[in-house]
Every structure is written in C-alpha cells, then in structure tokens.
C-alpha cells in the first residue's frame, strides 16, 4: 500500500485529530489495509503469512471512533507479532499492553468525546479480545449514531442487521445465537451490535 493512498483512508475514515498518529504508526512498521464489507462477528482482523506483507482488515462501514479503535486492536497484534512471533497468546498480557500504549496518546490528545475517554480509560484497564465486548464502551461508540445495541432486544425478538433479518436467541458469554430467517441458519452475533444498519 502506498503511503499516501493509507493516509487518503486513514482521512476518510477517522478523527481528523488522530489521523496523523494513526499513519505514523503505519510509517514505523507498514502493513496492508484492506477494507471490509460490514462483518457481523468482527470489525478487523490481522494476518501475517510467511514470504507476504502483513495485512490488517477492518469493516469499511465503521463510524469513525470504531475504525480508530479497531485500528489500534489491530496494529497492536501486528507489534506483538513484530517481537514475539507466534509465541504469545493473541489477546495475552503483551497485546494488552501494546495496546494500551497505542492508545495512551490519543487519551492524551482529546480525541474522544469526555464520556467515551472514560469509557475507553476503563476498557483498557484489562481490554478483551474485542473491544466491543465491553457493554460500557460498545454502548457509548455507538449510541449517537446507531441507538439499539442487539443486547437491549428481549430474546425472540425479530431484527434486521445489514440487510437480514434474524430472530434474536439465547445469550452465549458476548454473543447471541441469532437465527436467519431466510436461510434457518445460526449465527453468534456479538451481544453489543448496533441494530438499524
């Protein structure tokens, strides 16, 4: 990817505020980013393949503090990869830790609304292996502009998500079984989604 192509992406899709730490951190260890058609079970992901470039993935339609966050989840896998290969756990003490110092700055800068910093203060205390897992933090990235989370639907209800309804199951640790109603098939579905997408 060439580098001013990532910062046209990085303009486009976060904070104007945080976009030139976001493409430093691309100048300092440079990895392909790739953007995503709407997932329901992850906003990015991380590979790394012998002989091949790194690449990050991350959901094109993420508002704007999702893609920053997912962003940083993801080049904090990319570091951890960088120093201890495959030798640590994914979600371990070293990716939450590389994490965190990924973040400190933009703490630091403002760049989240005042309720979201505390919000994201209190998530990186231990994150887990998604951001949105965390009910507080989900719930106020997306509450100005999605309002219903999946999670605040009594079960049985019936829901669209990107264009397809499902009916609303049993709660699984931070997912819900969901079944399409076209298909009849199942899916876990992240607890905190945003509905009406």
């Given at each position: 990817m060439q580098a001013t192509a990532l910062k046209t992406l990085l303009e486009t899709h976060v904070a104007p505020a945080a976009v030139a730490y976001c493409f430093q951190l691309w100048l300092d260890s440079p990895f392909q980013l790739v953007l995503r058609k709407s997932r329901t079970t992850k906003?990015?992901?991380f590979s790394c393949r012998p002989g091949r470039q790194p690449r990050i993935t991350i959901n094109a339609d993420s508002s704007p503090y999702v893609f920053l966050l997912t962003y940083l989840h993801e080049v904090a896998?990319?570091?951890?990869?960088?120093?201890f290969g495959f030798s640590v756990s994914p979600h371990g003490e070293e990716w939450k830790q590389t994490y965190r110092n990924l973040c400190a700055p933009l703490l630091q800068l403002n760049i989240f609304p005042a309720?979201?910093?505390?919000?994201v203060r209190n998530h990186l205390q231990n994150p887990p292996a998604s951001s949105f897992t965390d009910a507080g933090l989900s719930r106020l990235i997306h509450e100005p502009d999605k309002g219903l989370l999946l999670i605040d639907l009594p079960e049985g209800s019936e829901f669209q998500l990107h264009g397809r309804w499902y009916k609303k199951g049993k709660l699984r640790r931070t997912?819900?079984?969901c079944k399409e109603l076209n298909s009849s098939r199942t899916y876990l579905i992240s607890a905190h989604a945003p509905l009406g997408s």
């Open positions: 906003f990015g992901d896998h990319l570091h951890v990869h960088r120093r309720p979201l910093a505390v919000a997912r819900i079984v």
